[in-house]
């Protein structure tokens, strides 16, 4: 047998090949998932990652530097919040009436200014290195935290940077490919019916199957492929054929006084539908939201567009998990792959800054209205210390009770852990 | 003396010296000699160390941990002598000897985190403490290397569970001197339902099977098949069965002892289908079903073989598998400004290897035109580099890529930066070994140390794909937009691929290989690796004098082409198999290692010899492999072989490989016109062939093959392709939108039947199956999809129903 650096089999950590976790089960999740064990004691069982790809100006959303000189400070101003002393970008008006529901990490720091690699960075908490693939938080939490069976465990709307890296494919997203739209039915493939067949078409081609699928008959008590597939065929069956799966992605079937505050934008819409699936019992959902790249017209674009949606979707998502008494069991962050510079560049926009950015956590046991860490005077680096992504990572996965040094291994033997160099920003469960 | 024919030839090297083993010459067990007071002084490489091992201390989670344990690190698994030797100074007393940390905690004198190891008294402490009252010496320069690990019996033959048999160990070292280290062994097996194994070497029948126990002492490592017979088909209760050609007669060597009887032949629909699966990634068409089915020919299947290995199909699946394990994709082409060719770079590299499989172009000589991969030749200009670099690339008319002697792509992908990177991938795909533990440390299941591995990694240092001529460069980027521009920007790249697309010619990066100088006289021949010099060194094989090669990579290709080279025909050979077979000789294929023998060591030895001798023949190979009967039999089990997934007894069930999927779902629904269009060039036209190495579909193919596991080709581990089932793939096959529109495509079989006057329902049938399932319905088959047909609203949704009924069923999906 093929042993591991540390004698553990390889064979043990084969890839499965499948998309969407949930839906992915490979066989040997099937006699694993009896025994599953829940998070451990976390309060967390859900997670949303929003991802604001481009990297948003930390100035400009939640670190304003108001005494700073005008070609830092740039043209926003701050408003107050409804938790007194800490104060937000005046173009976030929902949110800064939620504050006391998130916490703001500023000051957190690294070096990588690309955003392949930046983005790597803060989708995994491990800096890249070249020889080795780090999973996503997605595929990390729907391999540790068990879910339904009937849903896929890491959804990604529309798509995701996340990969699956060394846990192999079975752990990688389901991705939506589209972001649904105003009242119009959204789906993913494969799990509706489609191409105009009915339900009772369905069951009548499924008979056909049964009476013609008789090759194997008796030989899945000798064969674990014909008995996985078997399972399979009847799960596929109810799943395709039952309403649950099809019924959280259809964000147009939700009730309009829950849908308004999301607005009608792609991101806001893609806010609805994570809150439609996590309330279903999917356990991860990303959200990504691009266009943050801001190297020109930072203010105009980030006024217009990027800031008001990024408003709506976050408050309405936040106060959508919260009355659902939801915010408690499903950690929200939000975070880009780096900060922007503070000065302004001669564009009216800012450049890549990896050196100073800033995150918002909630839910998941986070005490709200908190700002932790700080930048400094002129948003440069951190005022003190600093955080690090792999300390942001590593909180992420302590409130969903998964330990970031449990250490996996990679297809070719070599032990890592989940996060290399995290540790726990402990302030922040208060 | 050691049969030969009992080890695999990598054993045989480790075996080098077979001796004799006689009570006389061969020093006691340690156990014996420091079981009372002893006087004589253990060895430190010879006892200490081993012993260390055997009582776990340099472990990954005690002190071999890199952070070490308590404050106290030894190297994990051993094998770097100088700080070991200096990290056990500091845990002994050599005044007090007795009051030595390394004494007092692992008998629990003293808390010790890591538990008892050993009781005050006994031997293992004897031996440590003779050790410091000796005066603790370490490795000395005189001392004799080890050389070789025997051990007996050669071959365990258990009847029932619970018998048990004692192994015993013997060390020889260079200077002739040979002792019983069975007490300073570690033991295990691959197989623990088989047999176990315990800390004495005593191995305990548990369970009916094959496998084989493990020894290892200092960098050898031995093994000992073990088996219990699975029924008493044994001797001369063993039937009469027919083995036409050598894989036969040695598969069924094996089976003999096993009591295990081979199934019958498969039936000629059922060899056709799996033949066609293999070698071409293909399902038969209709007709040629049918016409192998009423042949009469008694050598039709041969005659198959030979007809399947000519198509194109047959490249094309082939060049798809070699990319997979040398690790072709558009993902990993090198950053910056040549970027935006990295697609066109992967398809060039499919094509290369493609018009070599085609023209079946010697295996060795397929590899050497990648391992020894130039950019520029050396009469070459930099000038006239770029000229041919950039010819490959123009929209019009682009030069032929794949005419390139060699094929440097293997070399400049950006995950080959680093040397060790570039020595790990060239041992994952040529030599199916894997080097990764042995990069930081002795591998623990292999015979490879930290050393071995930087003397491997000598060969490649200084290869590299960096920037050309400096001059010329920015010479060349004159007026083309490009000056000023910086390479890392999306301007950059982007504008490089229409400028070449346009016809220009642009400066490349080269590969950079050393030319090797002359070592200046009074220094060490070898490859400085920064401060320290390293004389490069075959794995398991001879230092070499690179100076005397021009290419430094030379040296390891002519030892890989060396008969007796014990990994690069056997790696390839192992591969091929493991696509017949759905598993390697060795498995998994690609971890060629000395504690993880061949299932059949003689099988394996015979067809890499064979394959050496036919001149790395590939097609040798394959139809060598798919004529033995043990290839053509059916999976149908009978009751002594129904749980043998490992000794080839009958044909194991398994998921058809992910491109091959998506294209029998496109084949079996093809109207008789695109099937041709698709078999004259599958290369260009399907998912098995030239896009495998684009990252993102040539069409909208990538969700289907990605659900069903097709390799990255990310990472050095074949590994990377499953064939495991999941519910995705069920509900895809079932439900998706995209095999739903393939059904109803105006490509499409039913489209075809729409406008054609065929109404037979029976021969529309018997079409159905022969598409789907290559074979004819049995009468009840038929009666049932009838009996459908009839009540259906029309024959063409009837059809279409039947069409979907049987790609779902799970005779499709499999390789039967």
């Known amino acids: 047998m093929n042993r591991f650096c540390d004698g553990i089999t390889r064979r043990d950590f084969v890839r499965a090949g499948a998309i969407g976790s949930g839906f992915g089960f490979g066989l040997a999740d099937y006699l694993r998932a009896a025994d599953s064990p829940e998070a451990k004691s976390a309060k967390a069982k859900n997670a949303v990652f929003i991802w604001l790809g481009g990297g948003p100006s930390h100035i400009d959303t939640f670190d304003p530097k108001p005494d700073a000189p005008a070609e830092i400070r740039g043209e926003f101003k701050p408003i107050d919040t409804n938790v007194p002393g800490m104060r937000i970008c005046e173009h976030l008006p929902k949110l800064s009436q939620l504050a006391d529901t998130y916490s703001i990490v500023r000051g957190i720091s690294h070096t990588l200014a690309g955003h392949e690699l930046g983005t790597e960075y803060l989708n995994t908490g491990s800096r890249p290195i070249p020889s080795l693939v780090y999973p996503g938080y997605g595929a990390v939490i729907s391999k540790e935290v068990a879910g339904d069976n009937e849903l896929p465990h890491f959804v990604a709307i529309p798509s995701t940077p996340q990969k699956a890296g060394y846990l192999g494919v079975r752990y990688a997203p389901l991705q939506t490919n589209d972001a649904p739209k105003p009242g119009v039915p959204f789906s993913v493939r494969g799990i509706s019916l489609g191409n105009g067949v009915t339900v009772d078409e369905f069951e009548k081609r499924q008979n056909l199957l049964t009476q013609l699928d008789t090759a194997f008959a008796g030989v899945e008590k000798e064969s674990k492929l014909i008995d996985g597939m078997d399972r399979f065929a009847h799960q596929a069956f109810d799943l395709i054929r039952s309403s649950k799966a099809r019924d959280a992605f259809d964000v147009s079937t939700e009730k309009p006084g829950v849908a308004a505050p999301f607005g009608e934008g792609r991101f806001g819409m893609s806010c609805l539908l994570a809150l439609r699936l996590v309330t279903a019992g999917v356990r991860f959902v990303t959200v990504s939201f691009t266009g943050w790249d801001t190297h020109t017209n930072n203010f105009r674009s980030m006024q217009n567009g990027l800031l008001p949606q990024l408003d709506s979707g976050v408050s309405a998502l936040l106060a959508g998990l919260k009355a659902r008494g939801l915010l408690d069991s499903t950690i929200v962050y939000v975070v880009g792959e780096f900060g922007r510079t503070p000065k302004v560049n001669e564009r009216a926009g800012r450049d890549h800054w990896p050196r100073a950015m800033t995150a918002l956590l909630a839910g998941g046991g986070v005490k709200g209205g908190q700002a932790l860490g700080a930048s400094d005077a002129k948003g440069m680096g951190p005022a003190n210390d600093g955080y690090t992504p792999d300390q942001m990572a590593a909180t992420f996965y302590h409130a969903l009770g998964i330990d970031h040094r449990k250490e996996y291994h990679t297809a070719t033997g070599r032990p890592v852990m989940i996060v290399r160099d995290g540790s726990l920003i402990r302030p922040l469960f208060g | 003396?050691?049969?030969?024919?009992?080890?695999?030839?990598?054993?045989?090297?480790?075996?080098?010296?077979?001796?004799?083993?006689?009570?006389?010459?061969?020093?006691?067990?340690?156990?014996?000699?420091?079981?009372?007071?002893?006087?004589?002084?253990?060895?430190?490489?010879?006892?200490?160390?081993?012993?260390?091992?055997?009582?776990?201390?340099?472990?990954?989670?005690?002190?071999?941990?890199?952070?070490?344990?308590?404050?106290?690190?030894?190297?994990?698994?051993?094998?770097?002598?100088?700080?070991?030797?200096?990290?056990?100074?500091?845990?002994?007393?050599?005044?007090?000897?007795?009051?030595?940390?390394?004494?007092?905690?692992?008998?629990?004198?003293?808390?010790?985190?890591?538990?008892?190891?050993?009781?005050?008294?006994?031997?293992?402490?004897?031996?440590?403490?003779?050790?410091?009252?000796?005066?603790?010496?370490?490795?000395?320069?005189?001392?004799?290397?080890?050389?070789?690990?025997?051990?007996?019996?050669?071959?365990?033959?258990?009847?029932?569970?619970?018998?048990?048999?004692?192994?015993?160990?013997?060390?020889?070292?260079?200077?002739?001197?040979?002792?019983?280290?069975?007490?300073?062994?570690?033991?295990?097996?691959?197989?623990?339902?088989?047999?176990?194994?315990?800390?004495?070497?005593?191995?305990?029948?548990?369970?009916?099977?094959?496998?084989?126990?493990?020894?290892?002492?200092?960098?050898?490592?031995?093994?000992?098949?073990?088996?219990?017979?699975?029924?008493?088909?044994?001797?001369?209760?063993?039937?009469?069965?027919?083995?036409?050609?050598?894989?036969?007669?040695?598969?069924?060597?094996?089976?003999?002892?096993?009591?295990?009887?081979?199934?019958?032949?498969?039936?000629?629909?059922?060899?056709?289908?799996?033949?066609?699966?293999?070698?071409?990634?293909?399902?038969?068409?209709?007709?040629?079903?049918?016409?192998?089915?009423?042949?009469?020919?008694?050598?039709?299947?041969?005659?198959?073989?030979?007809?399947?290995?000519?198509?194109?199909?047959?490249?094309?699946?082939?060049?798809?598998?070699?990319?997979?394990?040398?690790?072709?994709?558009?993902?990993?082409?090198?950053?910056?400004?040549?970027?935006?060719?990295?697609?066109?770079?992967?398809?060039?590299?499919?094509?290369?290897?493609?018009?070599?499989?085609?023209?079946?172009?010697?295996?060795?000589?397929?590899?050497?035109?990648?391992?020894?991969?130039?950019?520029?030749?050396?009469?070459?200009?930099?000038?006239?580099?770029?000229?041919?670099?950039?010819?490959?690339?123009?929209?019009?008319?682009?030069?032929?890529?794949?005419?390139?002697?060699?094929?440097?792509?293997?070399?400049?992908?950006?995950?080959?930066?680093?040397?060790?990177?570039?020595?790990?991938?060239?041992?994952?795909?040529?030599?199916?070994?894997?080097?990764?533990?042995?990069?930081?440390?002795?591998?623990?299941?292999?015979?490879?140390?930290?050393?071995?591995?930087?003397?491997?990694?000598?060969?490649?240092?200084?290869?590299?794909?960096?920037?050309g001529n400096r001059t010329e460069t920015q010479a060349m980027k004159k007026g083309t937009g490009l000056e000023g521009l910086d390479e890392d920007s999306g301007n950059y790249k982007r504008k490089f691929a229409e400028l070449l697309a346009d016809g220009k010619v642009l400066p490349f990066k080269e590969l950079h290989v050393p030319q090797n100088q002359k070592p200046r006289p009074g220094t060490k021949p070898g490859v400085r690796v920064g401060s320290r010099v390293i004389t490069p060194k075959l794995l398991g094989g001879e230092e070499v004098v690179n100076a005397s090669y021009t290419d430094p990579r030379q040296p390891v290709m002519d030892w890989m082409r060396q008969a007796d080279n014990p990994y690069f025909a056997r790696a390839f050979v192992n591969r091929v198999w493991a696509n017949h077979f759905g598993r390697g000789l060795i498995a998994p294929p690609d971890d060629l290692n000395l504690a993880n023998p061949a299932s059949n060591p003689e099988l394996l030895d015979y067809l890499a010899r064979g394959f050496v001798a036919s001149g790395f023949d590939m097609k040798w190979l394959h139809r060598t492999i798919t004529n033995s009967r043990t290839y053509q039999l059916s999976w149908r089990a009978n009751d002594t072989n129904r749980h043998d997934e490992r000794n080839l007894s009958r044909a194991v069930l398994r998921r058809l490989p992910a491109e091959i999927v998506f294209d029998a779902v496109v084949l079996a629904t093809a109207s008789d016109d695109e099937r041709k269009r698709l078999d004259a060039d599958p290369a260009a036209l399907r998912v098995i062939g030239r896009s495998s190495g684009f990252a993102g579909g040539r069409s909208n193919d990538t969700y289907a093959v990605t659900l069903f596991g097709k390799p990255q080709r990310a990472t050095n581990c074949d590994c990377e392709r499953s064939d495991e089932p999941a519910l995705l793939q069920t509900v895809y096959l079932r439900n998706d939108p995209e095999v739903l529109k393939l059904l109803d495509r105006p490509e499409g079989w039913l489209k075809q039947l729409a406008k054609s006057k065929q109404t037979d329902s029976d021969e529309l049938i018997r079409q159905a199956y022969l598409r789907v399932l290559s074979r004819l319905p049995d009468d009840r088959e038929l009666q049932v999809s009838h009996k459908h047909l009839s009540s259906a609203k029309d024959t063409q949704s009837g059809l279409r129903d039947l069409l979907w009924a049987l790609l779902n069923t799970k005779e499709f999906i499999v390789n039967r």
């Open chain 2, 1 to 467: 003396m050691i049969s030969p024919t009992r080890l695999t030839a990598f054993a045989v090297i480790v075996l080098a010296i077979p001796t004799a083993v006689s009570a006389a010459d061969v020093a006691a067990p340690a156990h014996e000699r420091f079981k009372g007071e002893a006087t004589e002084s253990p060895s430190f490489q010879r006892h200490v160390l081993p012993l260390l091992g055997r009582l776990g201390c340099n472990g990954r989670a005690c002190h071999g941990s890199f952070q070490g344990q308590g404050g106290f690190r030894l190297s994990l698994f051993g094998y770097d002598f100088a700080s070991d030797h200096a990290a056990l100074l500091d845990r002994f007393n050599l005044k007090t000897a007795t009051d030595s940390l390394m004494l007092l905690k692992p008998t629990l004198q003293e808390a010790h985190k890591g538990g008892k190891r050993m009781a005050t008294g006994e031997w293992e402490y004897n031996l440590l403490l003779r050790w410091a009252k000796a005066g603790a010496k370490g490795a000395g320069e005189k001392d004799a290397a080890f050389a070789t690990l025997e051990v007996e019996p050669k071959e365990i033959s258990f009847t029932k569970p619970g018998e048990t048999a004692k192994l015993r160990a013997i060390a020889t070292w260079a200077d002739g001197s040979r002792e019983d280290v069975t007490p300073l062994c570690r033991f295990r097996t691959n197989d623990d339902s088989v047999a176990t194994i315990d800390d004495n070497g005593i191995v305990h029948a548990t369970g009916r099977g094959d496998t084989a126990v493990v020894v290892f002492y200092d960098n050898g490592i031995a093994t000992v098949p073990v088996l219990m017979p699975l029924s008493d088909r044994l001797g001369s209760n063993y039937p009469a069965v027919p083995t036409p050609t050598k894989i036969d007669e040695l598969v069924v060597a094996k089976l003999r002892k096993l009591g295990i009887v081979p199934s019958e032949l498969s039936t000629d629909a059922e060899f056709l289908r799996r033949v066609s699966l293999d070698l071409t990634g293909t399902l038969p068409a209709t007709d040629e079903v049918r016409s192998f089915l009423t042949d009469t020919t008694p050598n039709k299947r041969a005659k198959k073989i030979d007809e399947l290995l000519a198509r194109p199909a047959y490249a094309a699946w082939w060049a798809t598998k070699i990319s997979d394990f040398t690790g072709n994709t558009e993902r990993n082409g090198p950053l910056g400004g040549e970027q935006g060719l990295n697609r066109d770079k992967a398809g060039q590299w499919y094509d290369w290897v493609y018009r070599r499989v085609k023209e079946n172009e010697p295996y060795d000589k397929l590899v050497a035109g990648m391992a020894l991969a130039i950019g520029r030749r050396p009469e070459q200009s930099y000038a006239d580099y770029c000229d041919e670099m950039s010819s490959y690339f123009r929209k019009d008319n682009p030069a032929d890529f794949a005419a390139r002697p060699t094929m440097p792509h293997f070399w400049t992908r950006r995950t080959l930066g680093k040397t060790e990177e570039q020595a790990l991938a060239f041992a994952h795909a040529f030599l199916g070994v894997s080097l990764q533990c042995a990069q930081c440390h002795k591998h623990p299941y292999d015979q490879w140390t930290k050393q071995d591995f930087d003397q491997f990694t000598a060969f490649f240092s200084g290869v590299r794909y960096g920037a």
